[in-house]
């Protein structure tokens, strides 16, 4: 079993940043992949980063160059720092953990969830 908490979210206006935070704990075998989603009002969860256990990261097009995801492994804690962000990026983010290592980790099925932390960005 995995556990994933997350936290860091809140309000900002238009061009701000947020970093967004998930501690981890349960088997780190669970966890090959870990990844960030994220859900709006009205539409379906999407995909926004992912990260496997050597570092390799992947991110969706609509947040490269403005999002980073990263991992502190001794920490057990996965970040995703957002900058330049938009109304459009306004969602309930979510944490989430695989136990199937990809080398994309946008790809694999997730098994384990975090509650989810707000995210609103104001114009």
């Known amino acids: 079993q995995v556990q994933l908490v997350e936290s860091g979210g809140g309000s900002v206006q238009s061009g701000g940043s947020l970093r967004l935070s998930c501690a981890a704990s349960?088997?780190?075998?669970?966890?090959?992949?870990m990844g960030w989603f994220r859900q709006a009002p009205g539409k379906e969860r999407e995909k926004v980063a992912g990260?496997?256990?050597?570092?390799?990261?992947s991110y969706v097009d609509s947040v490269k160059g403005r999002f980073i995801i990263s991992q502190d492994n001794a920490k057990n804690t996965l970040y995703l720092q957002m900058s330049s962000l938009k109304p459009e990026d306004t969602a309930m983010y979510y944490c989430?953990?695989?136990?199937?290592?990809?080398?994309?980790?946008?790809?694999?099925?997730?098994?384990?969830w975090g509650q989810g932390t707000q995210v609103t960005v104001s114009s």
């Open positions: 989430a953990a695989s136990a199937n290592w990809a080398v994309d980790c946008l790809v694999p099925w997730y098994h384990y």
């Open positions: 349960g088997s780190s075998y669970s966890r090959r992949c």
């Open positions: 990260i496997n256990s050597e570092g390799r990261t």
